[in-house]
C-alpha cells in the first residue's frame, strides 16, 4: 500500500496564516480585554490573559460620562462625507484618464504622483494657513475638504486600475446601439465598477476614520473633535484612564466593521480586480 505523503508544506502553510491571524487579533483582544477590567484590577493584573473580575462599567461611563457620543458623530459625518465626495471625484478621474486621451494628462498623473510623496509634518503648516484664509479652522467641512483633496490621487488611481479593466467594447457596443456615453456609463460602467466602488469607499472611509495630524490641528473646540483627537481627553496631567479609553476604543471599532460587513461581498473582486490590467 502507498503511503501519502506528509503534506508538510501546507502545514507550514496553515501555520504561517494561523500566526499572521493571531498577531493581527491580539491587539484587539488586548484592547477589549483592558475595556473590561475593573480600574482596580489593570495594574495589578495587566499581563493576566483575562481578569479575575468582569465589568461593563467603563463602556457605561464612556457612554453617558463623557462626549465620547459627540466625537463619534464627529468621525461618522467626516467619514461618511470624505468617502463620498472622494469617490465620486476619483470614479471620474479614473474614467477620464482610463478612457481618454488629452494634452498634459502624463504631467498631470505626474504632479498627483508627487503629492503623495510629500511627509505630512511638511505640508501641514500651509494647510492650516490656507484653511484659515478661508475660515474653515474648527470646522468639520473644512476637514471634509482636506481628507478628500489627500485622498483623491490614491482613490483616483485605483478606480483608474478598475476602469482599465474593463473591456472599451463594451462601451462602444452600447454607444453603437444609441445610448450616449453618460448612459453607457450609467447602464454598462458602472455596474461593472460596483466592486472597485467598494474598494475605494472602504479604503478612504477608513483613513479618515482614523486620520489625527490634521484633525488635532485644525480643531480646536470639543464640540468638533473627532473620535482620534478626543482620545486625549482620556489623558490627564497625571494619570491615564486606560478602562475609558480601551472602551472607547473598542466602540470605535463597531463602524468600521458594519462598514465592510456590508461591502465586503464586493471588496475581494475589487481588491484584485483593479490590481490587473484586462
Known amino acids: 500500500m502507498q503511503k501519502t505523503a506528509f503534506p508538510i508544506g501546507a502545514v507550514l502553510r496553515y501555520f504561517a496564516i494561523a500566526l499572521y491571524v493571531l498577531f493581527a487579533l491580539f ?27 468582569f465589568t461593563l462599567d467603563n463602556f457605561v461611563s464612556v457612554l453617558f460620562l463623557t462626549d465620547f457620543l459627540v466625537y463619534f458623530k464627529n468621525s461618522m459625518i467626516v467619514s461618511l462625507g ?21 494634452r498634459g494628462k502624463t504631467i498631470i498623473i505626474a504632479l498627483m504622483l508627487i503629492t503623495q510623496m510629500f511627509p505630512l509634518l511638511m505640508i501641514i503648516a500651509p494647510i492650516y494657513k490656507i484653511m484659515a484664509g478661508l475660515r474653515l479652522l474648527d470646522s468639520l467641512t473644512g476637514l471634509i475638504i482636506v481628507y478628500t483633496a489627500f485622498n483623491v490621487p490614491f482613490a483616483t488611481f485605483l478606480m483608474q486600475g478598475f476602469f482599465d479593466g474593463i473591456p472599451k467594447d463594451l462601451e ?11 448612459e453607457a456609463l450609467r447602464k454598462v460602467i458602472f455596474p461593472l465598477t460596483l466592486p472597485g466602488l467598494a474598494a475605494t469607499l472602504g479604503f478612504i472611509f477608513t483613513a479618515a ?25 482620556f489623558v490627564s496631567k497625571f494619570a491615564v484612564d486606560w478602562g475609558q479609553m480601551m472602551a472607547a476604543g473598542t466602540l470605535a471599532l463597531i463602524p468600521s466593521c458594519l462598514f465592510f460587513i456590508l461591502i465586503q461581498r464586493f ?12
Not at 462602444?172 to 453618460?182: K, L, N, P, Q
Open 82 to 102: 470624505t468617502a463620498f465626495f472622494t469617490t465620486l471625484v476619483a470614479t471620474a478621474a479614473g474614467y477620464a484618464f482610463s478612457r481618454f486621451h488629452f
Open 172 to 182: 462602444e457596443a452600447a454607444m453603437i446601439d444609441g445610448c450616449t456615453r453618460f
Open 27 to 53: 491587539p484587539i483582544y488586548w484592547l477589549v480585554k483592558i475595556a473590561v477590567t475593573p480600574d482596580r484590577l489593570i495594574y495589578t493584573e495587566g499581563t493576566q490573559i483575562w481578569p479575575s473580575n
Open 267 to 278: 471588496l475581494v473582486k475589487g481588491l484584485t480586480a483593479g490590481a490587473v490590467k484586462g
Open 209 to 233: 476614520w482614523s486620520e489625527l495630524l490634521f484633525a488635532l490641528m485644525l480643531i480646536n473646540s470639543d464640540a468638533k473633535m473627532t473620535f482620534p483627537v478626543g482620545l486625549k481627553t
